[in-house]
């Protein structure tokens, strides 16, 4: 693996995150438009913003902006940073009560002081659009149907995508956050990999890496998996935003890989941003139309079920 | 590794699941001890038994004597293997409402023509003491407090006994099920283990398992994992119960591992039967105490919480 890569080469590797985003939201408005016509209404995804965090702003406008595409219903509800814990639960509790309701994400993190296990855990199990509810954790252990969540959701499509069938891939996830490493493991045993959760306390962690067909980073630290850390030829789905300093003081976002190293060695590789990072909000347009059809008791429309994980 | 082991070294390999059980078994009873004091009266465990099966009159039996050997109180419901998928739930529903019942334990499987899963999903998390439920499974991956399969469980307790600290062992699990396989997994990432999850899918299985410092079979085929599987010094952990064809005629039980192969190889091995075994039923009883505290708001007795993982 010492010959260098032309750019015609490299681009053969890249996963098109921004591609495939554009076709899950294609999806996704296509099983919205079967729902608004057996339903009479949209789907309808409710999103609770509390506070000012700029990021948490841009997510949420992001998210209110591809629902809309999507042909969706949203609804955005703003509570100020120093909302009691007992407003916050409530207006969950209001949007379960809501027929016309049928996604709640609550963006996080939430402000200090604020209990957000309580606050997720609100959230009714059929309306966990993010699934982060221990029913819908629960579901995903048992392979029963819930709502499963986004980023990990979009991390198999991904790989689906580029490598097809993976029964019987070897997946090393690194990384075993209730967000993404623990449910990613899950949702690719289910898709018959052999899979191998690994993570600070691991033991040679880039001899344990090296054994992957398939390799997702989702720690949280810049740049950590290296170039020879990756078997030649496999799958590196970066599920890593870092935002680190750049040239001139300005800041840029890397992944968890060392993308200019991995991308040598590796079959298939996500750029990061344009990578997973655009998966997380489609997944997100398909888990609101599937708690639509399902809390209605129509069929998931076909489009959308062939996006989602088992 | 050729050297023929003698009987002494055997036995220094073998992990008690026997005494580990009567240790755990005399927790709970201390810890029982605790919530009489605190409440007036002992935990307690009510047990469902549907239809005649003889092995689950076998285990219903064993529990409920185990149970009063260790000062709790045992409640026995016996239907007959015809009764309606409603009178199942129905008392299921009526042991929730109970407020003397601390434990609810459906033994399965169910007759044919039962729900199974309907039947088990309807025990309040609170009182799942075989953590079974998706509210159970799902704390679990959250690492949220909540009640632990048992078999997993005293699995890890016996590693635990064999190899003190587990951290950044590398463990195998063999077998995805989710009385098991999946749960177990969790349980030992939970205790900082780099865990592989090993199935039928899997490749090349044997390699896989030799990188293990602790394997645990859960797939439930008599003899599948032979002694060059096994590294050396490994600790194995045998969750297969199996049936065979003995010698002149009688049947007898042996495990997933080739005992007498890896033994030769293994740093520690339980046997069966008489290995993880009488653990189940062990975790059961520190299981209904830690429930019994929880439900009344008192503390999870010292001793109770030192066996349970996290």
Same mark, same amino acid.
């Given at each position: 693996? #010492?010959?260098?890569?032309?750019?015609?080469? @490299?681009?053969?590797? =890249?996963? /098109?995150?921004?591609a495939a985003a554009a076709a899950v939201d294609a999806a996704a408005a296509d099983g919205a438009r079967q729902i608004e016509a057996a339903l009479g209404r949209p789907p309808c995804l409710a999103v609770v913003l509390v506070g000012d965090d700029p990021a948490s702003q841009v997510y949420v406008r992001?998210?209110?902006?591809?629902?809309?595409?999507?042909?969706?219903?949203?609804?955005?509800h703003r509570l100020p940073a120093d909302v009691?814990?007992?407003?916050?639960?409530?207006?969950?509790?209001?949007?379960?009560?809501?027929?016309?309701?049928?996604?709640?994400?609550?963006?996080?993190?939430?402000?200090?002081?604020?209990?957000?296990?309580?606050?997720?855990?609100t959230i009714r199990p059929d309306k966990d659009v993010?699934?982060?509810?221990?029913q819908s954790a629960g579901a995903l252990v048992l392979g029963a149907p819930g709502?499963?969540?986004? #980023?990990?959701?979009?991390?198999?499509?991904? @790989?689906?995508?580029? =490598?097809? /069938?993976l029964t019987g891939k070897s997946v090393v996830v690194i990384g075993r956050s209730i967000l993404v490493g623990k449910?990613?493991?899950?949702?690719?045993?289910?898709?018959?990999?052999?899979?191998?959760?690994a993570h600070s306390r691991t033991q040679d962690l880039p001899a344990v890496c090296r054994q992957a067909d398939i390799v997702i980073a989702a720690v949280g630290r810049p740049n950590l998996v290296k170039g020879d850390w990756i078997k030649p030829g496999a799958c590196v789905i970066d599920v890593g935003i870092n935002r680190v300093e750049g040239e001139a003081g300005k800041s840029r976002l890397v992944g968890d890989v060392d993308f200019d190293q991995a991308i040598e060695t590796a079959g298939f590789i996500t750029p990061v941003p344009g990578g997973v990072g655009p998966m997380t909000i489609a997944m997100l347009l398909a888990n609101t139309v599937a708690a639509a059809a399902r809390r209605a008791k129509v069929s998931v429309p076909d489009s959308v079920k062939d996006v989602l994980p088992g």
């Open positions: 693996m #010492t010959d260098i890569i032309t750019s015609s080469d @490299a681009a053969a590797k =890249l996963i /098109d995150g921004k992001n998210k209110g902006r591809r629902t809309e595409a999507a042909g969706m219903r949203s609804v955005e009691s814990q007992a407003d916050v639960v409530a207006l969950v509790q209001a949007l379960n009560a809501d027929d016309g309701v049928d996604g709640i994400l609550v963006q996080l993190p939430l402000p200090a002081g604020l209990d957000e296990t309580e606050v997720v855990q993010d699934g982060l509810t221990a709502m499963r969540p986004c #980023t990990p959701s979009g991390s198999v499509f991904l @790989a689906k995508q580029a =490598l097809g /069938d449910p990613a493991a899950l949702l690719f045993l289910a898709e018959n990999c052999t899979v191998t959760l």
